[in-house]
């Protein structure tokens, strides 16, 4: 077997849409971890017009070149600063297609997409590619989120039937059969505490192998958000490879789920879950008739 070799070992993606704080603090994070990797930072911005561009330039400018006072930082120098890509997008594009322009640039053997909610924290990435390593099944592979409080974060699912959505936004899923329906697609009963194979996980943080991206492609950029991991993890599986849970990573995710569950007609008026919604029907009309890969 030939041994490829790359110019990174991960790619860390980080994509923008006015979050800049979060981003300065998601950036400092990872500078902070000094991961014992090749690594590069590509942040993309989705037209939020918040100055978060030049700022990540600046944080990761030689601490002779910064400006601004409040970049300042004290890191070890034995580890440099990363290379970095900033990308401006000239308009909103999406979670998928937002993400893609960044892909298309990145090097690394493996692809880390990541929210800018997300904390990383130190041995948090040389522990998602060594497990990238020792299991060259795995095209996508997501940590154990846990909340501020040190909560388990629920992050992977079973593929959803097309009732699922159904029973989610309305009182049918108070009944008790969907109740059942609904926890088992939820994972509810699951222990999150081990490593093992799953059906699909969420977008938060996604490490994703080079030869996957070659093999199947990017995120479908039809899902303007929502939707788009769910589709990527499916095609993963149909072309062989496997989705795991990694609970021996783990990270701090500051989520906000902003297309709230609630009862259908009042969700209806928020914008956020109107997307969602609209993600679903074409995540279903994709694949009408066609069964979910089975897997081990």
């Not at 993606?13 to 971890?33: E, F, H, P, R």
Request: net charge positive; with cysteine.
């Amino acid at each position: 077997m030939v041994s490829l070799i790359f110019a990174m070992d991960i790619s860390i993606i980080i994509l923008n849409y006015k979050q800049k704080g979060l981003v300065k603090q998601c950036v400092k994070g990872i500078l902070a971890s000094q991961p014992r990797l090749k690594y590069e930072i590509i942040v993309i911005d989705n037209d939020s017009n918040d100055s978060v561009l030049p700022m990540v330039q600046q944080l990761l400018s030689p601490p002779d070149r910064r400006e601004q006072h409040d970049v300042q930082m004290q890191l070890d120098e034995r580890y440099p600063l990363p290379p970095f890509q900033v990308i401006a997008s000239p308009r909103n594009v999406g979670f998928a297609a937002g993400n893609n322009l960044g892909m298309r640039k990145a090097s690394g053997e493996f692809l880390l997409v990541m929210n800018p909610d997300v904390a990383i924290v130190p041995g948090s990435l040389e522990g998602m590619v060594e497990f990238m390593h020792s299991h060259s099944d795995a095209g996508i592979i997501g940590p154990r989120l846990i909340n501020p409080d040190g909560s388990v974060q629920h992050s992977c699912r079973h593929f959803p039937s097309l009732l699922v959505p159904l029973y989610r936004r309305t009182f049918i899923g108070k009944l008790p059969f969907a109740r059942r329906v609904l926890a088992n697609y939820l994972m509810q009963n699951w222990d999150h505490n081990r490593d093992q194979q799953v059906d699909w996980l969420f977008g938060a943080a996604l490490l994703i192998r080079r030869s996957l991206v070659e093999k199947i492609g990017l995120f479908d950029e039809r899902f303007f958000v929502y939707f788009e991991d769910l589709d990527l993890c499916r095609r993963s599986w149909e072309a062989g490879f496997s989705v795991w849970y990694v609970a021996g990573v783990e990270l701090v995710h500051y989520h906000q789920r902003l297309s709230a569950e609630g009862p259908a007609l009042f969700s209806l008026f928020r914008k956020a879950t109107r997307i969602h919604l609209a993600s679903g029907v074409k995540y279903y009309a994709k694949y009408l008739g066609a069964k979910p890969p089975r897997h081990a």
